[in-house]
T-cell receptor, first 110, second 116 residues
Framework: KQEVTQIPAALSVPEGENLVLNCSFTDSAIYNLQWFRQDPGKGLTSLLLIQSSQREQTSGRLNASLDKSSGRSTLYIAASQPGDSATYLC?????????FGTGTRLTIIP | GAGVSQSPSNKVTEKGKDVELRCDPISGHTALYWYRQRLGQGLEFLIYFQGNSAPDKSGLPSDRFSAERTGESVSTLTIQRTQQEDSAVYLC??????????????FGEGSRLTVL
């Protein structure tokens, strides 16, 4: 059974700093990995999708990497802004459903 | 519509009552998913539809939960004889890919269910 872990559960950093969020998974036989953002009381917004054959994806200030063999992914956020404050979830795709981590709650301090 | 639409956005009900939650996926999306998110916890997979068939119902927590989908459009999640542990946000997502393994998932804003 796939298990997805995100550590830390919460993170606070001053505005302007670069930061890294971590995601680890136990079964490396995955099809893809997605990073989502969830704002309080809202649904999930897809940020980046990495197929299993890829090693990274970039969108604006966001960069996600994938190392299947070690069961790890990172989400790098450059020049953080208060609007980046949200919960970030990673999800691993396999067997027609996504398995989610419990998320990292990120707070950017102005 | 432009995105996945869910209704109601909030539902408060008494223990033992039945509730229906509705999801309108993005037009043309063949795959539809229901997830549950309890307070402070991750997303828990409930059920997956490909068209109007449900190849994977493995996540439904009990026989009080059921779901159906009309063609490749609206889906309804029904919870019978609700219990307090059913309180959660129920999220619906859709995908244009034949398999979620290859495509992005787009989520609605969820239906928050509170069972008193």
């Amino acid at each position: 059974k796939q298990e997805v872990t995100q550590i830390p559960a919460a993170l606070s950093v001053p505005e302007g700093e670069n930061l890294v969020l971590n995601c680890s998974f136990t079964d490396s036989a995955i099809y893809n990995l997605q990073w989502f953002r969830q704002d309080p009381g809202k649904g999930l917004t897809s940020l980046l999708l990495i197929q299993s054959s890829q090693r990274e994806q970039t969108s604006g200030r966001l960069n996600a990497s994938l190392d299947k063999s070690s069961g790890r992914s990172t989400l790098y956020i450059a020049a953080s802004q208060p609007g980046d404050s949200a919960t970030y979830l990673c999800a691993v795709g396999g067997d027609e459903k996504l398995t989610f981590g419990t998320g990292t709650r990120l707070t950017i301090i102005p | 519509g432009a995105g996945v639409s869910q209704s109601p956005s909030n539902k408060v009900t008494e223990k033992g009552k039945d509730v229906e939650l509705r999801c309108d996926p993005i037009s043309g999306h063949t795959a539809l998913y229901w997830y549950r998110q309890r307070l402070g916890q991750g997303l828990e997979f409930l059920i997956y539809f490909q068209g109007n068939s449900a190849p994977d119902k493995s996540g439904l927590p009990s026989d009080r939960f059921s779901a159906e989908r009309t063609g490749e459009s609206v889906s309804t999640l029904t919870i019978q004889r609700t219990q307090q542990e059913d309180s959660a946000v129920y999220l619906c997502a859709s995908s244009s890919a034949a398999r979620v393994n290859t495509g992005e998932l787009f989520f609605g804003e969820g239906s928050r269910l509170t069972v008193l």
